[in-house]
Each structure stands twice: as structure tokens, then as C-alpha cells.
């Protein structure tokens, strides 16, 4: 099983000017790992197209694929939507990049019905194209779908072209428990966002904070040996996401959690002072806190590794 790493789980180093898209495929070597997640969401201090990319420019994605050979990475892209002009662009990246998945997701900040329902059209229309160039749209559940409705798109679109990217984490936003994700998503998987999480309090109101790998409440042993034993997944994706918060999206016991207090909804004391660590602010932080998050940032990916590996180590002997 090979393990790669998401760009997300750099992102303040990357919005900061502290890395970019070179120095993370030489960050991955250094960490002993087989591939890279490129986001390209469009973000306010990255290119507002292309994100972690940093760019389409021809000469720049043969550069960025030589660096890719020269360490035999593989490769996949991440962005958002599913409008046909963005698709098309993203598929010409990723043939030029050797990407055979591309992660999507429908929903930002709250689950849309009607929005995931258009999805459905939207997507056929690219699936042609997806079958030409043989490259694999990933629908991701993010953190305002519960499992249950990601299968319900893909089954509507029903082609061998199109799945999900199964996180195993993102479930709990919406009170669905890791280990129900993994069960109901695993079968339509293309491909993995693996991370771990803990429920903190800030103030009055409940929290899904992330953490290093290995560190919180998500039964990630659980998680690997279902990926390793039940699916033909090649390799699996760290996204280290800390230092970061989130918000629980959708109503208390949609997505089968009634109550918190145990496994993963077991609620700890925070890493950081929620205060600096909420959304905004994760991606924004003061000047003070900024050297602290950084460091903070790449320690904790180095922790998910080594993790990460004790868990090939163990399933993949």
C-alpha cells in the first residue's frame, strides 16, 4: 500500500508563501512517502484559479511532471464543483500531470438538496470525457453529506468512471461515526482523504477539531484495515488537518450519532485555544501565532507518518 500526502495538510504554509507545489513534492520525498494530492481549490492567498497548483501554464505543470518522474510519485488532483468548463480544465492538467483521479465535491458550508440533485446532470455530461481520457471523478463526502447521499448520487449517475472519495473523518460534521463512513463509502471508493479528529468545547458551542493522525478519537486502525482488506485501492492519502476547527453541519442524529461521549464524539481538551484555531482563523492567523501554527503544522504531519506507516507496517506485511 502506498501512502501519499494532501496539500490541505500544509495549507498555512502554502498560503503564507512558506512552500509551494516544488517544495511539497520535495517535502513528500523527504518524508518518505509515494504520491501527492494537488488542491486546486481557489483561495484568496493562492492563485484564485488553481490554488496549491499554482498554475496550468504548460511550462509549468512539464516542470512540476518532471519533478513528479524524478521521484515516481504518483499523482491526483483535488478541487471543487462540477461545471463543465472547470472539468475540462482540470482533466487537460491532469493528463498532462498523469492523474487518473480527480476529487470533487457538490456541498460548501451546508448541504444543498437541489444542488446535489443538478449534480447528477452535471456530472453525466462530463462522463464521456472521463471515459476518453480514463480518468476518475471522485465525489467526496464533505462534511455536509452523510454517506448515505454520496451513494445516492453515484448510484444515479452509475458509471464505472465515477465514485467517491471516501474521508473517513468528514462524516462527523454531519453526526455520522468514522467506521459508518468507511463501511457505506468503501465500496464506490476511487480513492482516500485519511485523517483523525477530536470533538472539543469552545465556549458553549461543540467543535470537530483535527489533529496529528493517531492522536484523537477516529478507530483509524479500523479505518486502514478496512481500505487494505476490502477494497483494491492502491494507496491510501494522509490529510493532516490541524491546525484546524470545524462546525457540525447538519441536525444532531442525521447521520446515526445521538450523543457524544464516546469513540470518536468523545470530547477532549483542545490542542490550541479554539480562539486561534477556528475556521477563519486557521487559515488566517495573527503574526503571533503564525511561527507557532507553522511549526506546530509540519510537526504534526511528521507524527501522521511515521502513524501512517506503523499501520502499513502492520496490515500490508
Known amino acids: 500500500m502506498k501512502l501519499g500526502l494532501e496539500t490541505e495538510s500544509y495549507h498555512i504554509h502554502f498560503q503564507h508563501g512558506r512552500m509551494d507545489i516544488f517544495d511539497f513534492i520535495e517535502k513528500t520525498v523527504e518524508l518518505g512517502l509515494d504520491g501527492v494530492q494537488i488542491n486546486i481549490i481557489e483561495d484568496l492567498n ?9 498554475s496550468n501554464d504548460p511550462d509549468h505543470l512539464k516542470k512540476i511532471k518532471t519533478l513528479l518522474d524524478k521521484h515516481q510519485l504518483y499523482c491526483e488532483i483535488d478541487m471543487r464543483g462540477v461545471e463543465k468548463e472547470k472539468m475540462v480544465q482540470v482533466i487537460d492538467v491532469a493528463n498532462v500531470l498523469g492523474a487518473k483521479v480527480i476529487r470533487t465535491y457538490i456541498n460548501k458550508g451546508h448541504f ?3 444542488k446535489t440533485q443538478q449534480a447528477v446532470d452535471k456530472i453525466l455530461s462530463i462522463e464521456p470525457l472521463l471515459k476518453k481520457n480514463d480518468i476518475h471523478l471522485a465525489i467526496e463526502n464533505h462534511e455536509e453529506e452523510i454517506a448515505d447521499e454520496v451513494v445516492e448520487l453515484i448510484e444515479k449517475v452509475n458509471s464505472p468512471y465515477v465514485g467517491c472519495l471516501c474521508d473517513i473523518g468528514n462524516g462527523m460534521m454531519a453526526w455520522e461515526d468514522p467506521k ?47 481500505i487494505v482488506e476490502e477494497t483494491d485501492l492502491t494507496h491510501i ?39 486561534i484555531i477556528k475556521p ?38
Open 237 to 275: 492519502n494522509i490529510e493532516m488537518c490541524h491546525p484546524y476547527v470545524s462546525y457540525f453541519k447538519r441536525p444532531l442524529g442525521l447521520g446515526g450519532v445521538e450523543y457524544l461521549g464516546e469513540g470518536a464524539f468523545k470530547i477532549e481538551e483542545p490542542y490550541f485555544d479554539p480562539a
Open 280 to 317: 477563519m482563523e486557521t487559515y488566517h492567523p495573527s503574526a503571533e501565532n503564525l511561527e507557532m501554527m507553522l511549526k506546530a503544522q509540519d510537526e504534526d504531519v511528521k507524527k501522521s507518518v511515521t502513524y501512517m506507516k506503523k499501520l502499513r507496517d502492520k496490515y500490508c506485511s
Open 112 to 114: 444543498d438538496p437541489v
Open 46 to 54: 493562492l492563485n484564485p484559479e488553481w490554488g496549491c497548483l499554482g
Open 180 to 226: 459508518t463512513t468507511v463501511d457505506k463509502l468503501l465500496p464506490y471508493a476511487k480513492t482516500t482523504h485519511f485523517k483523525d479528529h477530536i470533538v472539543i468545547k469552545d465556549g458553549d458551542q461543540l467543535r470537530v477539531s483535527g489533529c496529528p493522525i493517531g492522536y484523537g478519537n477516529i478507530d483509524t486502525d479500523y479505518c486502514f484495515k478496512k
